[in-house]
């Protein structure tokens, strides 16, 4: 095994497990059995590295069992007489299986020629596969770091190389595939580990790319039905519509851990915004904190359009059930349509059936969406809605809601925002409107904000008269909401993380809890989350900045009472987040004088 | 000799504390005579007890908070601003705050130009002494 030695410049895992069991086996010539296996194991590798993200456990389990077996025969046909379990066998075994997607390639594949090089990047590109895989196999290797950025499997080869290594040849670890992650050694669950932000589905929420898709599903339905059965729609920030247009898959997205949205990762991924977002999400959800209901607008239009996964239109509809109730919009017809019909059928339903105007829709559900969250002020994004809503305006029949909500009047107050946005598609749609509807990027102002402009409720209530008039002043003040584009995202997964709050609520409550009362619940977490990204903005601007950063949720935090001399912030994350977000908030210093998050 | 120290450091702070509580407490008094006799409602001895205890542990907030404010603006010196984001919660409150604010700002800027007027007009006599004079008392 001349070859693979000399290209071993770094001793990666697998190069270092090898030399073990090579120079320390003084039975039998397993040198060109190893490397062919070796060759075998980087072309199984090579292939299957790329479907090693954002793996779950199961897949990787039975795509584990299936290399395994698969290599399992390769290697004995190989070896021969490899049927003595002895521990060299047995790491031979977990090397070769390795590879999870090894059924792609047959053992004729096997060349020998790129072995070496071909190790040595196979092993980089399948180390950055899920952890899972290694999991059944490589048990003893409990401890590893974080891999943020380093590959898991390729860390737990390095464990049981070391492991080897230690007692042989005393190699040390190859310290650069951890990179940030290795300093703070956290063994906690192998799976927390891998849930690197890599992964392309796991963009959102690196920490949480783990958890089951099915379970979204799930509360999505339920969710629908809650809304069927509640009459009263809820007013969540209107601003994440941007959110299920982008996040394709369910699984990920919101319920997670939406109140630990990582600072690090791209805020309109993230799915749920409702819970304090110091970092970059602060600025939206201050904006979303004025228009707290026009994401529910806002998924109603995105549901309505972008054929997007169920989960997220599950969130629009209820967007929509919520908003239909009380505020009838163009937006509304066709959340209104999603939310009476599918809301048992599905969202997916509906939105593949609004596919076609799934474009302008988008179009309409961005300007609205920004408006909704923060306030929009652009003229273009009214124009974009406009033109949107004016193309579907003929497709779309306006169904009038069936039950007025409670929040008529903030509804109106909504609506009048939209109105002013989109004036010319109010117009289009005067005849449909049974009712303003908020439109779902206006910005939900709050009631204080109506208060403020009476203008507003007043604009509100001419739009219930079919007088689609909207206000100047409101499209002046609308504009900049449609700005934020990031904002979008936020609605649909705000609704449906205030769904998911109020289900913990009712688990901790311990006893059978009333709809209406988890309406009420879902009500004053809605006012309570305006309220902290309000003072979050505020805080940023006071210290004369535009972006919310952990100092100001420290002083929220301050205010609040959690903070104190005595109790820190870093304790409090401390103690009640999990791990992932520990590494990602307190910095911690890592090998080659790196200190990870920079300060 | 420490401990005692302390205590009657203690000491000082507790009546120092219980003077400014009294001094509250009358003033609320006198304030809810003036709305009792506008609005002719009584108040009773009760209430005009918790709502002093009430101004008075406020107070304590918002001095905490003001500092607060002040640290997280990486400032040393509570400012207009901290206090405008004190009031922030209550929009009349803020409103009268701003205006005042601005009729302060607006009396500094006034007097500033009252100082600059007298300044030149002190330099246009140019006589050195008077004018070192001027500017002490000026200062």
Known sequence: MADSYSLDCEPTTRTLLRRVLDTADPLTPRRPRSARTSAQRALLETPSSKKLRSQTKMTARRRSHKARSIDRLAHIQADGHLEEQTPRTLLKNILLTAPESSIVLPESVVKPVPAPQVVQTSRRESSRGSLELQLPEVEPSTTLAPGLLAPGRRKQRLRLSVFQQGMDQGLPLSQEPYGNADASSITSSLNLTFATPLQPQSVKRPGLARRPPTRRAVDVGTFLQDIQDTSLALAPPGDSLRTPVTTLPTDTVLEDT?????????????????????????????ERAVGHRTWSSGPRLQNSGPGKPAQLMAGKVEEVGALALGFPNTSSNISGEDGVEPLQN???EEAEGRMKEGLSMRGVEEATGAQGSARAEEPEEHTEVTEAEGSQGAIEAKEPEGSSGDEDTPGRTASPELASSTPEFLRARRLQFPEPAPPPSTAVYTDDYSAEHPEVGWVGLTEITLTSEPPETLSARLPPRTRIPGPRPRQDPY?????????LFSFYAKMPMEKKSLEMVEKCLDKYFQHLCDDLEVFAAHAGRKTVRPEDLELLMRRQGLVTDQVSLHVLVERHLPLEYRQLLIPCAFSGNSVFPAQ | ????????????????????????????????????????????KQTIAAISEVTFRQCENFARDLEMFARHAKRSTINTEDVKLLARRSNSLLKYITERNEDIAQFNL??????????????????????????????
């Open chain 1, 495 to 503: 609704k449906t993380g205030l769904n998911h709050y109020a289900k």
């Open chain 1, 258 to 286: 939406q109140p630990f949205s990582q600072p690090l990762l791209g805020r309109s991924p993230s799915v749920q915004h409702s819970l304090p977002c110091p970092s970059h999400s602060g600025a939206k959800d201050v």
């Open chain 2, 110 to 139: 006034e007097r500033k130009a009252k100082k600059k007027k007298k300044l030149e007009d002190e330099n246009k006599n140019s006589v050195e002494p008077a004018e070192a004079g001027a500017v002490e008392s000026e200062d």
């Open chain 2, 1 to 44: 000799m420490m401990e005692e120290k302390e205590g009657a450091e203690e000491q000082q702070r507790f009546s120092y504390r219980q003077r400014l509580k009294a001094a509250v407490h009358y003033t609320v008094g006198c304030l809810c005579e003036e709305v009792a006799s506008d609005k002719e409602v009584q108040f009773s």
């Open chain 1, 346 to 348: 599905g969202v997916g």
